[in-house]
Protein backbone atom coordinates (compact mmCIF):
# COMPACT_ATOMS: atom_id res chain seq x y z
CA UNK A 1 0.00 0.00 0.00
CA UNK A 2 2.92 2.31 0.09
CA UNK A 3 3.78 5.01 -2.56
CA UNK A 4 6.39 5.25 -4.84
CA UNK A 5 9.23 7.14 -3.78
CA UNK A 6 9.87 9.77 -6.23
CA UNK A 7 12.51 8.95 -9.14
CA UNK A 8 15.65 10.84 -10.31
CA UNK A 9 15.63 13.42 -11.67
CA UNK A 10 12.95 14.97 -10.05
CA UNK A 11 14.25 17.49 -7.90
CA UNK A 12 11.13 19.55 -7.12
CA UNK A 13 11.18 22.28 -4.35
CA UNK A 14 9.03 22.64 -1.22
CA UNK A 15 9.50 26.45 -0.97
CA UNK A 16 10.73 29.33 -2.93
CA UNK A 17 14.10 29.26 -1.30
CA UNK A 18 14.22 25.32 -1.51
CA UNK A 19 17.69 24.67 -3.20
CA UNK A 20 18.09 21.34 -5.53
CA UNK A 21 21.31 20.18 -6.88
CA UNK A 22 21.35 17.94 -9.87
CA UNK A 23 22.59 14.56 -10.38
CA UNK A 24 25.93 15.48 -11.57
CA UNK A 25 26.87 17.36 -8.55
CA UNK A 26 26.00 13.92 -7.05
CA UNK A 27 27.94 11.95 -9.32
CA UNK A 28 31.71 13.93 -8.74
CA UNK A 29 31.83 12.66 -5.12
CA UNK A 30 29.52 9.36 -5.60
CA UNK A 31 31.13 6.92 -4.01
CA UNK A 32 31.76 2.98 -5.29
CA UNK A 33 27.95 1.51 -6.45
CA UNK A 34 29.42 -2.15 -5.87
CA UNK A 35 27.35 -4.17 -3.92
CA UNK A 36 28.91 -6.79 -1.91
CA UNK A 37 27.99 -8.90 1.08
CA UNK A 38 29.24 -8.28 4.76
CA UNK A 39 31.73 -11.08 6.34
CA UNK A 40 29.98 -12.39 9.00
CA UNK A 41 33.26 -11.40 11.19
CA UNK A 42 32.66 -7.66 9.84
CA UNK A 43 29.28 -7.24 10.86
CA UNK A 44 28.41 -5.96 14.67
CA UNK A 45 24.53 -7.36 14.13
CA UNK A 46 26.24 -10.69 13.73
CA UNK A 47 27.82 -10.71 17.56
CA UNK A 48 26.04 -13.97 19.05
CA UNK A 49 24.86 -13.78 22.28
CA UNK A 50 21.73 -14.13 24.61
CA UNK A 51 22.69 -11.28 26.89
CA UNK A 52 20.14 -9.51 28.20
CA UNK A 53 22.44 -6.13 27.85
CA UNK A 54 21.96 -6.92 24.09
CA UNK A 55 19.11 -5.17 22.26
CA UNK A 56 16.25 -7.24 20.63
CA UNK A 57 17.93 -5.63 17.42
CA UNK A 58 21.26 -7.07 17.74
CA UNK A 59 19.68 -10.54 18.44
CA UNK A 60 17.97 -11.16 15.99
CA UNK A 61 19.78 -9.02 12.51
CA UNK A 62 21.53 -12.75 12.08
CA UNK A 63 18.23 -13.59 10.76
CA UNK A 64 18.14 -10.81 8.42
CA UNK A 65 20.71 -11.41 6.19
CA UNK A 66 19.76 -8.81 3.69
CA UNK A 67 20.89 -6.73 6.40
CA UNK A 68 24.52 -7.80 5.74
CA UNK A 69 25.64 -6.07 3.23
CA UNK A 70 27.04 -3.19 1.39
CA UNK A 71 25.33 -0.56 -0.82
CA UNK A 72 27.60 2.06 -2.43
CA UNK A 73 30.21 1.91 -0.36
CA UNK A 74 28.71 2.10 3.17
CA UNK A 75 27.13 -0.44 5.63
CA UNK A 76 23.21 -0.89 5.09
CA UNK A 77 21.15 0.97 7.49
CA UNK A 78 17.98 0.42 6.17
CA UNK A 79 14.89 2.56 7.79
CA UNK A 80 11.88 2.36 5.29
CA UNK A 81 10.25 -0.85 7.34
CA UNK A 82 7.04 0.77 6.75
CA UNK A 83 7.06 0.86 3.30
CA UNK A 84 7.75 -3.17 2.80
CA UNK A 85 9.72 -5.21 5.84
CA UNK A 86 12.69 -7.37 5.60
CA UNK A 87 12.19 -11.53 5.61
CA UNK A 88 13.73 -13.34 7.79
CA UNK A 89 15.29 -16.97 6.59
CA UNK A 90 12.88 -19.00 7.97
CA UNK A 91 10.16 -17.37 5.58
CA UNK A 92 12.52 -17.52 2.72
CA UNK A 93 12.97 -21.26 3.69
CA UNK A 94 8.78 -21.59 3.93
CA UNK A 95 8.19 -19.95 0.53
CA UNK A 96 11.26 -22.59 -1.04
CA UNK A 97 10.21 -25.56 0.73
CA UNK A 98 6.29 -24.95 -0.73
CA UNK A 99 7.65 -24.66 -4.42
CA UNK A 100 10.44 -27.06 -3.86
CA UNK A 101 8.95 -29.98 -2.24
CA UNK A 102 4.82 -29.99 -2.43
CA UNK A 103 3.94 -27.90 -5.12
CA UNK A 104 -0.06 -27.70 -5.77
CA UNK A 105 -2.66 -26.14 -6.21
CA UNK A 106 -5.32 -25.82 -3.32
CA UNK A 107 -8.75 -27.16 -2.61
CA UNK A 108 -9.09 -29.59 -6.14
CA UNK A 109 -7.01 -32.55 -5.52
CA UNK A 110 -7.24 -35.54 -3.60
CA UNK A 111 -3.61 -36.27 -4.12
CA UNK A 112 -0.68 -35.69 -1.50
CA UNK A 113 1.18 -32.85 -2.87
CA UNK A 114 -2.13 -30.97 -3.21
CA UNK A 115 -3.56 -32.71 0.20
CA UNK A 116 -0.26 -31.11 1.77
CA UNK A 117 -0.07 -27.68 0.36
CA UNK A 118 -4.39 -27.13 1.04
CA UNK A 119 -3.34 -28.59 4.86
CA UNK A 120 -0.64 -25.97 4.67
CA UNK A 121 -2.52 -22.94 3.17
CA UNK A 122 -5.71 -23.38 5.95
CA UNK A 123 -3.52 -23.21 8.94
CA UNK A 124 -1.49 -20.66 7.71
CA UNK A 125 -5.50 -19.06 8.14
CA UNK A 126 -5.67 -20.57 11.27
CA UNK A 127 -2.88 -18.58 12.59
CA UNK A 128 -3.31 -15.46 11.57
CA UNK A 129 -6.15 -15.82 12.72
CA UNK A 130 -4.84 -16.99 16.46
CA UNK A 131 -2.21 -14.03 15.87
CA UNK A 132 -5.22 -11.05 15.87
CA UNK A 133 -7.63 -13.12 18.23
CA UNK A 134 -9.82 -13.73 15.69
CA UNK A 135 -12.66 -15.99 16.81
CA UNK A 136 -12.92 -18.15 14.06
CA UNK A 137 -10.49 -19.01 10.96
CA UNK A 138 -13.24 -18.39 8.71
CA UNK A 139 -13.35 -14.49 9.44
CA UNK A 140 -10.01 -13.99 7.72
CA UNK A 141 -10.07 -13.81 3.97
CA UNK A 142 -7.02 -13.86 2.27
CA UNK A 143 -6.17 -10.76 -0.51
CA UNK A 144 -3.48 -9.81 -2.46
CA UNK A 145 -2.67 -7.19 -0.03
CA UNK A 146 -4.20 -4.19 2.11
CA UNK A 147 -5.59 -2.23 -0.74
CA UNK A 148 -7.70 -5.48 -2.55
CA UNK A 149 -9.11 -5.85 0.95
CA UNK A 150 -10.50 -2.46 1.41
CA UNK A 151 -11.63 -2.42 -1.94
CA UNK A 152 -13.28 -5.91 -1.62
CA UNK A 153 -15.13 -3.88 2.16
CA UNK A 154 -16.24 -0.95 -0.72
CA UNK A 155 -17.69 -3.10 -3.49
CA UNK A 156 -19.01 -5.88 -1.58
CA UNK A 157 -20.40 -4.48 1.60
CA UNK A 158 -20.31 -0.83 0.46
CA UNK A 159 -22.36 -0.96 -2.79
CA UNK A 160 -25.06 -3.30 -0.94
CA UNK A 161 -25.27 -1.08 1.90
CA UNK A 162 -24.95 2.33 0.87
CA UNK A 163 -27.69 4.60 -0.32
CA UNK A 164 -27.99 8.39 -0.93
CA UNK A 165 -27.51 10.36 1.69
CA UNK A 166 -25.51 8.10 3.93
CA UNK A 167 -21.96 9.09 5.34
CA UNK A 168 -18.87 7.44 5.36
CA UNK A 169 -16.50 9.30 8.01
CA UNK A 170 -12.79 9.14 7.05
CA UNK A 171 -9.89 10.67 8.90
CA UNK A 172 -7.13 13.21 6.46
CA UNK A 173 -4.41 11.48 7.60
CA UNK A 174 -5.82 8.25 5.54
CA UNK A 175 -3.63 6.40 3.24
CA UNK A 176 -5.14 6.32 -0.44
CA UNK A 177 -5.83 2.81 -0.44
CA UNK A 178 -8.55 3.84 2.28
CA UNK A 179 -9.50 6.99 0.43
CA UNK A 180 -9.92 6.02 -2.80
CA UNK A 181 -12.40 3.14 -3.13
CA UNK A 182 -14.52 5.08 -0.73
CA UNK A 183 -14.46 7.54 -3.85
CA UNK A 184 -15.43 5.20 -5.97
CA UNK A 185 -18.15 3.74 -4.26
CA UNK A 186 -19.68 7.34 -3.16
CA UNK A 187 -20.06 8.30 -7.00
CA UNK A 188 -22.37 5.07 -7.35
CA UNK A 189 -24.31 5.44 -4.51
CA UNK A 190 -24.55 9.03 -3.78
CA UNK A 191 -23.03 8.33 0.04
CA UNK A 192 -21.33 11.54 1.17
CA UNK A 193 -17.57 11.71 2.51
CA UNK A 194 -16.54 13.35 5.62
CA UNK A 195 -13.08 13.96 6.34
CA UNK A 196 -12.20 14.75 10.23
CA UNK A 197 -8.67 17.18 10.02
CA UNK A 198 -5.73 17.31 12.79
CA UNK A 199 -5.68 18.91 16.70
CA UNK A 200 -3.04 20.94 17.31
CA UNK A 201 -1.20 17.78 18.71
CA UNK A 202 -0.86 17.03 14.78
CA UNK A 203 -3.11 13.95 15.22
CA UNK A 204 -6.65 13.38 13.84
CA UNK A 205 -9.27 15.49 16.60
CA UNK A 206 -11.05 12.35 17.63
CA UNK A 207 -13.12 14.79 19.67
CA UNK A 208 -14.47 15.92 16.22
CA UNK A 209 -14.54 12.30 14.74
CA UNK A 210 -17.58 12.14 17.72
CA UNK A 211 -19.09 14.58 17.15
CA UNK A 212 -19.50 13.63 13.68
CA UNK A 213 -21.16 10.64 13.72
CA UNK A 214 -24.80 10.85 13.38
CA UNK A 215 -27.74 8.34 12.29
CA UNK A 216 -26.42 9.17 9.16
CA UNK A 217 -23.22 7.73 9.88
CA UNK A 218 -22.95 4.16 8.21
CA UNK A 219 -18.96 3.73 7.97
CA UNK A 220 -16.07 5.00 9.90
CA UNK A 221 -13.01 4.21 8.07
CA UNK A 222 -9.86 4.92 9.94
CA UNK A 223 -6.17 3.63 10.33
CA UNK A 224 -4.80 2.56 13.61
CA UNK A 225 -1.36 4.03 13.24
CA UNK A 226 -0.89 6.63 10.45
CA UNK A 227 2.12 5.93 7.92
CA UNK A 228 3.27 9.91 8.02
CA UNK A 229 2.13 11.28 11.40
CA UNK A 230 2.91 8.15 13.44
CA UNK A 231 -0.34 8.49 15.39
CA UNK A 232 -2.26 5.81 17.08
CA UNK A 233 -6.19 6.52 17.36
CA UNK A 234 -8.06 4.99 20.31
CA UNK A 235 -9.79 2.48 18.17
CA UNK A 236 -12.05 0.91 20.97
CA UNK A 237 -13.47 3.86 21.63
CA UNK A 238 -14.21 5.38 17.80
CA UNK A 239 -15.94 1.87 17.20
CA UNK A 240 -18.05 2.28 20.73
CA UNK A 241 -19.32 5.59 19.43
CA UNK A 242 -20.09 4.19 16.35
CA UNK A 243 -22.10 1.35 16.83
CA UNK A 244 -24.35 3.19 19.45
CA UNK A 245 -25.78 4.83 15.90
CA UNK A 246 -25.74 1.66 14.08
CA UNK A 247 -22.33 2.44 11.94
CA UNK A 248 -19.56 -0.64 10.78
CA UNK A 249 -15.58 0.83 11.14
CA UNK A 250 -13.24 -0.56 9.11
CA UNK A 251 -9.64 -0.49 10.36
CA UNK A 252 -6.45 -0.21 8.63
CA UNK A 253 -4.26 -2.08 10.53
CA UNK A 254 -1.31 -2.35 8.09
CA UNK A 255 1.25 -0.34 10.51
CA UNK A 256 0.32 -1.43 13.82
CA UNK A 257 -0.39 -5.69 13.50
CA UNK A 258 3.30 -5.45 12.48
CA UNK A 259 4.32 -3.39 15.60
CA UNK A 260 2.08 -4.44 18.92
CA UNK A 261 -0.40 -6.70 20.16
CA UNK A 262 -3.82 -5.82 18.03
CA UNK A 263 -6.77 -8.08 19.77
CA UNK A 264 -9.89 -7.51 17.01
CA UNK A 265 -12.26 -9.00 19.40
CA UNK A 266 -11.27 -6.50 21.93
CA UNK A 267 -11.09 -3.91 19.51
CA UNK A 268 -14.48 -4.83 18.35
CA UNK A 269 -14.07 -3.59 14.81
CA UNK A 270 -16.10 -4.93 12.02
CA UNK A 271 -12.99 -5.18 9.52
CA UNK A 272 -9.52 -4.71 9.93
CA UNK A 273 -7.10 -5.03 6.68
CA UNK A 274 -3.17 -5.76 6.97
CA UNK A 275 -0.78 -6.44 4.65
CA UNK A 276 1.84 -9.41 4.94
CA UNK A 277 4.99 -7.38 3.41
CA UNK A 278 5.02 -4.87 5.90
CA UNK A 279 5.25 -8.41 8.76
CA UNK A 280 8.24 -10.06 7.75
CA UNK A 281 5.98 -11.88 5.02
CA UNK A 282 6.01 -11.89 1.50
CA UNK A 283 4.45 -9.57 -0.96
CA UNK A 284 1.09 -10.64 -3.41
CA UNK A 285 -0.74 -11.45 -0.13
CA UNK A 286 -2.58 -9.47 3.06
CA UNK A 287 -6.25 -10.24 4.63
CA UNK A 288 -9.12 -8.88 5.14
CA UNK A 289 -10.55 -10.30 8.76
CA UNK A 290 -14.42 -9.69 8.67
CA UNK A 291 -17.07 -10.43 11.52
CA UNK A 292 -18.57 -13.44 10.83
CA UNK A 293 -22.84 -12.28 10.47
CA UNK A 294 -20.87 -9.85 8.23
CA UNK A 295 -18.86 -11.66 5.87
CA UNK A 296 -22.03 -13.98 5.22
CA UNK A 297 -24.22 -11.25 4.52
CA UNK A 298 -22.12 -9.83 2.12
CA UNK A 299 -22.00 -11.10 -1.99
CA UNK A 300 -18.79 -12.02 -3.81
CA UNK A 301 -16.37 -9.93 -4.86
CA UNK A 302 -14.86 -11.64 -7.85
CA UNK A 303 -16.53 -14.33 -9.82
CA UNK A 304 -14.38 -17.06 -11.08
CA UNK A 305 -13.53 -21.27 -10.09
CA UNK A 306 -13.26 -21.69 -5.63
CA UNK A 307 -15.82 -19.13 -4.80
CA UNK A 308 -19.11 -20.93 -5.85
CA UNK A 309 -21.06 -24.20 -4.85
CA UNK A 310 -22.54 -24.89 -7.98
CA UNK A 311 -22.66 -23.41 -11.34
CA UNK A 312 -25.64 -23.86 -13.50
CA UNK A 313 -25.79 -21.79 -17.67
CA UNK A 314 -27.99 -19.34 -15.84
CA UNK A 315 -27.00 -18.75 -12.66
CA UNK A 316 -24.65 -19.66 -9.31
CA UNK A 317 -24.93 -20.07 -6.10
CA UNK A 318 -22.04 -18.72 -3.92
CA UNK A 319 -19.38 -20.61 -1.44
CA UNK A 320 -19.63 -19.69 2.32
CA UNK A 321 -16.76 -17.07 3.49
CA UNK A 322 -13.96 -17.07 3.30
CA UNK A 323 -13.81 -19.05 0.18
CA UNK A 324 -16.91 -16.77 -1.52
CA UNK A 325 -13.63 -13.93 -1.56
CA UNK A 326 -10.84 -15.78 -2.56
CA UNK A 327 -11.95 -16.58 -6.40
CA UNK A 328 -9.29 -18.62 -8.56
CA UNK A 329 -6.05 -19.77 -7.35
CA UNK A 330 -5.12 -18.03 -4.36
CA UNK A 331 -0.83 -16.91 -3.78
CA UNK A 332 -0.33 -20.64 -1.81
CA UNK A 333 3.15 -20.14 -1.62
CA UNK A 334 3.09 -16.55 -0.04
CA UNK A 335 0.09 -17.29 2.40
CA UNK A 336 2.11 -19.96 3.49
CA UNK A 337 5.02 -18.16 4.19
CA UNK A 338 3.00 -15.34 5.67
CA UNK A 339 2.05 -18.19 8.13
CA UNK A 340 5.77 -18.74 9.10
CA UNK A 341 6.29 -14.62 9.62
CA UNK A 342 3.52 -14.97 11.73
CA UNK A 343 5.34 -17.47 13.88
CA UNK A 344 8.33 -15.95 13.92
CA UNK A 345 6.93 -12.77 15.06
CA UNK A 346 4.69 -14.83 17.50
CA UNK A 347 7.83 -16.52 18.75
CA UNK A 348 9.74 -13.25 19.87
CA UNK A 349 6.58 -11.73 21.31
CA UNK A 350 4.31 -8.90 20.02
CA UNK A 351 4.63 -7.43 23.54
CA UNK A 352 8.32 -7.29 23.42
CA UNK A 353 8.40 -6.03 19.86
CA UNK A 354 6.20 -3.24 20.85
CA UNK A 355 8.28 -2.24 23.89
CA UNK A 356 11.28 -2.45 22.01
CA UNK A 357 9.73 -0.35 19.20
CA UNK A 358 8.56 2.07 21.49
CA UNK A 359 11.84 2.85 23.34
CA UNK A 360 13.70 3.13 19.59
CA UNK A 361 11.03 5.14 18.10
CA UNK A 362 11.47 7.41 21.10
CA UNK A 363 15.24 7.82 20.88
CA UNK A 364 14.99 8.12 16.65
CA UNK A 365 12.71 10.95 17.63
CA UNK A 366 14.96 12.80 20.32
CA UNK A 367 18.03 12.59 17.83
CA UNK A 368 16.32 14.01 14.59
CA UNK A 369 14.70 16.78 16.70
CA UNK A 370 18.07 17.50 18.09
CA UNK A 371 19.11 18.31 14.57
CA UNK A 372 18.47 21.95 13.21
CA UNK A 373 15.66 22.75 10.95
CA UNK A 374 14.36 19.99 11.17
CA UNK A 375 10.00 19.81 11.26
CA UNK A 376 8.85 16.07 12.47
CA UNK A 377 5.35 15.99 11.62
CA UNK A 378 2.88 14.69 14.15
CA UNK A 379 2.61 14.48 18.14
CA UNK A 380 5.74 14.77 20.32
CA UNK A 381 6.42 11.87 22.81
CA UNK A 382 5.33 11.56 26.18
CA UNK A 383 4.48 9.14 28.58
CA UNK A 384 0.82 9.12 27.47
CA UNK A 385 1.84 9.84 23.78
CA UNK A 386 3.35 6.36 22.66
CA UNK A 387 4.26 6.94 19.01
CA UNK A 388 4.80 4.43 16.02
CA UNK A 389 8.26 3.82 15.54
CA UNK A 390 8.88 6.45 12.20
CA UNK A 391 9.50 9.81 11.84
CA UNK A 392 8.18 11.81 8.88
CA UNK A 393 10.35 15.15 8.28
CA UNK A 394 11.31 17.95 5.98
CA UNK A 395 14.67 20.29 7.03
CA UNK A 396 14.33 23.20 6.04
CA UNK A 397 14.96 24.45 2.60
CA UNK A 398 15.98 21.05 1.24
CA UNK A 399 13.81 18.63 -0.91
CA UNK A 400 13.43 15.04 0.80
CA UNK A 401 14.22 13.35 -2.62
CA UNK A 402 17.60 15.20 -2.44
CA UNK A 403 17.74 13.99 1.28
CA UNK A 404 16.90 10.44 0.48
CA UNK A 405 18.81 10.09 -2.74
CA UNK A 406 22.33 11.27 -1.13
CA UNK A 407 21.67 9.29 2.08
CA UNK A 408 21.55 6.32 0.04
CA UNK A 409 24.47 7.40 -2.94
CA UNK A 410 26.92 8.77 -0.16
CA UNK A 411 25.81 6.71 2.99
CA UNK A 412 24.16 3.31 2.35
CA UNK A 413 21.25 4.84 4.34
CA UNK A 414 17.34 4.16 3.40
CA UNK A 415 14.91 6.03 3.85
CA UNK A 416 11.73 7.09 2.16
CA UNK A 417 10.90 10.44 0.13
CA UNK A 418 7.63 11.35 -1.48
CA UNK A 419 4.25 11.94 0.06
CA UNK A 420 3.42 8.11 1.22
CA UNK A 421 0.09 7.83 -0.71
CA UNK A 422 -1.25 10.71 1.74
CA UNK A 423 -1.15 13.26 -0.53
CA UNK A 424 -4.24 15.18 1.55
CA UNK A 425 -2.27 14.91 4.48
CA UNK A 426 0.60 16.42 3.09
CA UNK A 427 -1.32 19.24 1.63
CA UNK A 428 -2.75 19.67 4.89
CA UNK A 429 0.12 20.23 6.40
CA UNK A 430 1.38 22.79 3.82
CA UNK A 431 3.94 20.65 2.61
CA UNK A 432 4.16 18.29 -1.05
CA UNK A 433 6.28 15.71 0.24
CA UNK A 434 7.94 14.92 3.42
CA UNK A 435 11.38 11.84 4.34
CA UNK A 436 10.69 9.25 6.28
CA UNK A 437 12.79 7.21 8.66
CA UNK A 438 10.56 3.89 9.48
CA UNK A 439 12.43 1.15 12.18
CA UNK A 440 11.07 -2.25 12.79
CA UNK A 441 12.45 -4.46 15.29
CA UNK A 442 15.88 -5.54 13.64
CA UNK A 443 16.88 -2.09 13.81
CA UNK A 444 19.19 -0.72 16.39
CA UNK A 445 20.32 2.78 17.98
CA UNK A 446 23.45 2.10 15.67
CA UNK A 447 21.28 2.20 13.12
CA UNK A 448 19.82 5.70 14.29
CA UNK A 449 22.94 7.22 15.24
CA UNK A 450 24.56 6.22 11.73
CA UNK A 451 21.53 7.33 10.10
CA UNK A 452 21.99 11.45 12.18
CA UNK A 453 25.32 11.55 11.38
CA UNK A 454 24.58 10.77 7.66
CA UNK A 455 21.67 13.19 7.44
CA UNK A 456 24.19 15.82 8.85
CA UNK A 457 26.50 15.18 6.79
CA UNK A 458 23.74 15.28 3.65
CA UNK A 459 22.28 18.94 5.29
CA UNK A 460 25.92 20.63 5.83
CA UNK A 461 26.92 19.47 1.53
CA UNK A 462 23.36 20.67 0.63
CA UNK A 463 24.20 24.35 2.86
CA UNK A 464 27.51 24.55 0.99
CA UNK A 465 25.43 25.47 -1.99
CA UNK A 466 23.63 28.11 -0.38
Same mark, same amino acid.
Given at each position: ??????????????????? $??????????????????????S??? %????N????????? #??????????? #????? *????????????????????Q???????????????????????????????????????? $?????????????? =??????????? *???????? *??????????????????? %????L????????? /????????????????????H???????????????????????????????????????? /???? =????? /?? $???? !???? %??????????????? !????????? !???????????????????????P??????????? #??????I???????????????????L???????????????????????????????????A %???????????????????? *???????????????????????????? /???????S??????
Amino acid at each position: MEGVAMKLPSFKSLAPNAI $SIGHRSFSRIRRSSSLSVYSAASSSA %TVATNSESVSLGHR #VRKDFRILHQE #VNGSK *LVYLDSAATSQKPAVVLEALQNYYEFYNSNVHRGIHYLSAKATDEFELARKKVARFINASD $SKEIVFTRNATEAI =NLVAYSWGLLN *LKPGDEVI *LTVAEHHSCIVPWQLVSEK %TGAVLKYVMLNEDE /VPDVDKLREMINPKTKLVAVHHVSNVLASCLPIEEIVVCAHNVGAKVLVDACQSVPHMVVD /VQKL =NADFL /VA $SSHK !MCGP %TGIGFLYGKSDLLHS !MPPFLGGGE !MISDVFLDHSTYAEPPSRFEAGTPAIGEAIALGAA #VDYLSEIGMPKIHEYEVELGKYLYEKLSSLPDVRIYGPRPSESVHRGALCSFNVEGLHPTDLA %TFLDQQHGVAIRSGHHCAQP *LHRYLGVNASARASLYFYNTKEDVDSFI /VALADTVSFFNSFK
